[in-house]
């Protein structure tokens, strides 16, 4: 009974105008997500060739990696060039393109962004409507006259339902993949394509938990009018309100000072420094590099700390919504999360104070023998720890939580 | 009779029950959002106050011409109405090691989601059964049985709807307003509430966009269910895809070289290049004066030479003549290589310029984007508004720099033994001050954003009319 | 067979939609309930199918108790709901493909469908369009033939012919006519007396969730059978003023 209700469900859909706009839509977002993410990736990978030090400088940089094209997350920041200079000042080189001040405005449109948001927006609306139009056409009554249990309907309902919604989505993605990645000869290789497999994976469950909450919703509404408004109120919440207010929610609890007077104060070290060797009239035998680097070492563990604190914060409490969950999970999958960069950032601190006692030369150049940078990102088997399996039992609840009261509600459901 | 339609919608909005729900949720999400950034502003008020005070005690304590430079950093106050649009933060303006990433992942909830997310959401669902729902009700046939034509119906319709949208677009803004107010750490002047009232204004064409959209699409397919989806998707194209995806394609459009590459041309230039200038053009002086070079090169240290020098006055004359060359022929290695890397400069940042510009233009077609440049300009946290606090800054650094200098030859005059890395006294240095551009100034830089803005109101207009003339009733 | 025995149902706002209804379709039987719109008559129908549960009494299909064993007690009912919109985006084929499995009749092939769209006077050419271009007249059908298909021994019916057009109605009439010759129990509710007169064995009036007055085909052929259920009605207005 159950697989005769999955069937009508996919036929009704798949030919049905909503459907047709779902597909074309996620279609032209996530082939043009795909498309400029890997244009992008291309131009950053030329640019870390620009970059790439040549052997006496002590530059750490990284390459970026081709799983930017899902998920670009942090990558700016942690393909950026930094530089160490006298008494192990890290400095940072400008970042890839001049136009930032415009893409401040809005998201990096990667395949993450249009998951998130546009495939969110089109499963809870397709799931929104599903039992009240049922109901408005008649055709629930008409089921329920026939000795058909409960439990069968609705499950074939959900399984139908969202078979349907991931149609489109598996379709589009694989013509991206083929067309953009495969063709293209972006350098993949086939371990790449388990991480992949897992990205794919964790969409499906996110979208499987926004298809059960409009489904949830569609059961208790009495209309799909109202049945819609109430699942866009709850998406809106959960995409925009809920992961944006995080962070300054965290800032109000401790208090952290700017990034631009951290630069005032390590510029200041650096001047005051040297001043006073200066003006000491030589006595001092070494340039005070030592003092310069434990003091700029202070500052940033103390911000460091400080950002720590707040993040772990805002962390918890976007965590709410299942759409940072899902930003969370799969940046760190795609190695350009939070956890990436504090690691790349590690690494750039060990390589300070391998050549921090360096003497630089008039180009502000260090100059000494010191292994050069090098950095690969961290192992699938890093991704697997105990802050993934939070994030992903919060989406699996989002599953769970409506699956299992939309089952009760619809078992007292009225179907006059 | 125009009055009774205008009535009837409205009242039909008021009093469903949605109208109520979404006023909740927007009054609550602008509140909630409005007293976190109020803290934040304050924070950050505080934060450009100590910076200001250690910048000040340090410049008092360790001034020196040579990195008088790297002190004198001008640090920009924050708008106060950041408020209501985050726009461009001043901490992403800085790049170092230290970056608050979460920002970049989560950008901040501010008045302008709330606006392009919530209230356009919103008029589309209000607007999307206008004309489909009275159709199956059959009122529609009701209404034009009267002696109401086409065209008066379709202003009654939207003007009824915007009205209500408004009505709690004032309720939940006031409140907001009225928070900040009662708040005392903030003082918004007629400057602020003027620029406010026009953040109103450009909030309302933006929202009665997407009322439109929703009663085209109505006209157009003439049932809820499929008018509804028809324009929900059209908001999720024009909102969430269009804006973020513009900016991008424009940059693959008018590609830029990377500015790492031109750092490192010009690191080249100054660097290696011009050091094999100048020791190029300091050979052909060593080739002026074999002798002398041959004396130099026998002396053991500078002691030595200068006391073999001592004795010789017409080598030493001649030495003095060789040292202004070697000193002439690399300033002239510098001007050279100096003007080769400004050349390339201006042409880089000229193409940077243009793209920018392009990308602005591009993504205007799209009203969130319009929207949000207009509104972070108005309320001095946009594009514009950097601009002009750079320009003001530039000019104080002029002068600024005019007082150091002058400075500098007054303490010269006296003393004999000065270097660049003495202390100098600037305590007396003038004081930057910074003021928001006045409301005129303001407007006249978003004023091309509200022409588009108006435009796509006039063409969705006229679309609807056309639409709603052809509708089978 | 069709039983409703002392069948009382009161919602939760207290009001008595159904009191104590005593009633009995046999075999080979139309019965058509008459009523003003809510005396109750589509109260009746939604406790047969169990869609409510009954506060008193018991609900009986084929001498099954429809609250105790719903599942079972479903397989012997049919059911036509008033405007039935059936899904628009399904040919008619289509439609009745879903329900008559549903009504686990799974090994019917399509010109078994077509033989019995033809037999309610379908249009050939209707059979693979979708519903949503259909007309009243033809969904109804379509819902009727669902019931047929189904071959359940009882069918509801609820209001089939508002809306139709007189020929439409008729045509859906004479349906029920053979149906009832297959030996079907029928029960019917409507506001159309005239139809009532021409085909119906016993006709029953409800008021206010009560059965007031029986009477089988010999009776009211005798009385003017409008004349009797304008009386009832104007009673109750009488009472009311």
């Known amino acids: 009974m159950i697989k005769l209700f999955i069937k009508k469900e996919l036929l009704e859909n798949i030919f049905s105008f909503k459907f047709l706009i779902m597909f074309l839509l996620m279609f032209f977002s996530l082939n043009t997500a795909i498309f400029i993410m890997t244009k992008d990736y291309k131009a950053r990978l030329q640019n870390y060739d620009i970059l790439k030090p040549s052997k006496n400088e002590a530059f750490a940089i990284t390459y970026p990696t081709p799983f930017s094209i899902f998920a670009h997350g942090l990558d700016d920041n942690i393909c950026n060039l930094y530089q160490i200079t006298f008494g192990g000042q890290i400095e940072t080189g400008s970042q890839k393109q001049a136009i930032n001040k415009i893409y401040n405005f809005f998201n990096t449109p990667d395949l993450l962004y249009i998951i998130n948001i546009i495939l969110s927006f089109c499963a809870i609306l397709f799931a929104s409507d599903l039992i009240t139009r049922e109901k408005e056409q008649g055709t629930l009554k008409l089921i329920f006259s026939n000795g058909i249990k409960r439990p069968a309907f609705s499950l074939g309902k959900w399984i139908g339902g969202y078979i349907t919604l991931i149609i489109p989505i598996v379709l589009s993605v694989l013509f991206g993949l083929i067309f953009f990645i495969i063709l293209a000869k972006i350098p993949f290789q086939f371990s790449d394509f388990i991480r992949l497999l897992i990205f794919l994976f964790f969409v499906l469950v996110y979208l499987a938990g926004f298809f059960s909450l409009g489904l949830f919703i569609s059961i208790v509404s009495r209309s799909s009018a109202f049945s819609m408004f109430f699942s866009l109120i709850v998406w809106v919440s959960l995409v925009f309100i809920i992961p944006r207010s995080g962070n300054l929610v965290a800032k109000q609890f401790i208090n952290i000072p700017s990034v631009q007077t951290i630069e005032i104060k390590r510029s200041q070290i650096f001047i005051k420094a040297i001043f006073e060797y200066i003006n000491s009239h030589y006595e001092k035998s070494k340039i005070p590099q030592g003092i310069i680097n434990q003091q700029n070492d202070k500052i940033r563990e103390d911000y460091l700390n400080k950002l720590n604190a707040v993040e772990s914060i805002a962390r918890k409490i976007t965590s709410i919504s299942p759409a940072s969950d899902l930003t969370f999970l799969c940046t760190d999958l795609c190695n350009t999360g939070f956890r990436e960069e504090q690691r790349f950032k590690t690494f750039v601190i060990m390589f300070k104070e391998q050549v921090k006692n360096f003497d630089s030369d008039s180009d502000g150049n260090l100059v000494g023998d010191f292994t050069p940078f090098s950095y690969a990102r961290s192992p699938l088997s890093d991704f697997f720890n105990l802050a993934m399996m939070l994030h992903f039992s919060i989406l699996i609840m989002y599953i769970l939580i409506p699956v299992i009261l939309g089952y009760y509600a619809f078992l007292k459901f009225d179907v006059r | 009779m125009f009055k009774e339609l205008l009535i009837k919608e409205l009242a039909d909005k008021i009093f469903d029950k949605r109208f109520l729900w979404f006023t909740i949720l927007c009054m609550f999400t602008l509140l909630i959002t409005e007293s976190v950034l109020l803290n934040d502003y304050k924070t950050e008020r505080n934060d450009y106050n100590l910076r200001l005070l250690t910048q000040k005690e340090f410049i008092d304590k360790y001034a020196h011409e040579n990195r008088i430079g790297d002190m004198l950093d001008i640090q920009r106050p924050p708008a106060k109405l950041r408020l209501f649009a985050a726009g461009i933060s001043s901490d992403m303006e800085v790049n170092t090691f230290t970056n608050n990433s979460f920002n970049v992942l989560f950008p901040p909830i501010d008045f302008v989601l709330i606006i392009t997310v919530i209230y356009s959401l919103i008029a589309i669902l209000f607007s999307h059964n206008s004309f489909s729902g009275e159709s199956e009700n059959g009122t529609l046939r009701l209404i034009l049985s009267n002696q109401v034509s086409r065209v008066k119906l379709t202003i009654t319709k939207f003007l009824g709807g915007m009205l209500s949208i408004i009505i709690s677009l004032i309720i939940s803004l006031a409140i907001g307003v009225i928070y900040i107010l009662m708040d005392n750490s903030i003082s918004l002047d007629s400057n602020d509430l003027m620029a406010l009232g026009l953040i109103f204004l450009l909030s309302v064409f933006y929202i009665s966009i997407f009322y439109l959209v929703g009663m085209i699409c109505s006209a157009f397919t003439g049932s809820s269910s499929s008018s509804v989806l028809l324009s929900l998707f059209i908001w999720a194209v024009f909102t969430l895809t269009i804006p973020n995806l513009s900016p991008w394609v424009a940059s693959q459009l008018y590609r830029v070289p990377s500015i790492n590459k031109f750092e490192k041309e010009v690191k080249i230039i100054k660097g290696i290049e011009r050091d094999d200038l100048g020791r190029n053009l300091c050979k052909e002086v060593y080739e002026k004066y074999p002798d002398l070079l041959n004396i130099i090169k026998s002396a053991k240290d500078e002691k030595l030479l200068l006391a073999k020098l001592e004795n010789n006055i017409g080598l030493k004359n001649e030495y003095v003549a060789f040292q202004k060359e070697i000193a002439n022929a690399w300033d002239k290695a510098n001007a050279i290589q100096s003007a080769k890397s400004e050349n390339i400069s201006v042409d880089f940042f000229s193409k940077v310029d243009r793209q920018i510009a392009l990308t602005k233009e591009i993504s205007c077609i799209s009203p969130v984007a319009d929207f949000s440049y207009a509104v972070s300009d108005m309320a001095g946290s946009g594009i514009h508004a950097e601009a002009y606090f750079k320009d003001i800054k530039k000019n104080f650094e002029v002068s600024l720099w005019q007082f150091v200098e002058a400075r500098v030859a007054k303490i010269k005059k006296t003393d004999v033994m000065y270097d660049v890395n003495k202390y100098i006294d600037i305590k007396d240095r003038p004081e930057f001050s910074f003021r928001e551009e006045n409301v005129s100034g303001r407007f006249s830089a978003t004023l091309s954003y509200c022409i588009v803005l108006l435009v796509f109101n006039a063409l969705l207009y006229l679309t609807l009319i056309r639409q709603f003339n052809r509708m089978k009733v | 067979m069709l039983q409703a025995i002392d069948l009382t149902k009161r919602y939760e706002d207290q009001q008595l939609a159904l009191d ?213 009605m104007q009673e109750m207005v009488i009472e009311k003023v």
Request: neutral net charge; glycine residues 8%.
């Open chain 3, 20 to 232: 104590a209804l005593n009633l009995e379709i046999k075999e080979g039987e139309i019965f058509f309930l008459l009523g003003a719109n809510g005396a109750g008559k589509t109260t009746t129908i939604n406790l047969f199918l169990n869609f409510i549960e009954p506060t008193g009494g018991r609900a009986l299909i084929n001498g099954i108790d429809v609250t105790k064993e719903p599942l079972e007690s479903k397989k012997y009912v049919s059911y036509v709901s008033e405007n039935v919109m059936l899904y628009g985006n399904f040919t008619a084929r289509q439609n009745l493909d879903f329900f008559a499995k549903l009504g686990g009749k799974t090994n019917l092939t399509r010109d078994d469908y077509y033989m019995r769209m033809r037999e309610v006077g379908l249009q050939e050419e209707a059979f693979e369009k979708k519903l949503k271009t259909f007309s009243k007249g033809m969904r109804q059908k379509v819902g009727l033939t669902i019931a047929i298909i189904k071959d359940a021994p009882n069918i509801l019916l609820d209001e089939p012919t508002a809306g139709l057009d007189p020929k439409a109605a008729a045509e859906l009439l004479q349906i029920l006519v053979n149906l009832k010759r297959q030996g079907k129990s029928i029960l019917m509710c409507t506001h159309d007396i005239f139809r009532a007169k021409n085909i119906a064995d016993r006709v029953g009036i409800m008021k206010e969730g009560r059965l007031v007055m029986v009477r089988t085909r010999e009776e009211f052929m005798e009385d003017d059978l409008e004349k009797i259920y304008m009386n009832y």
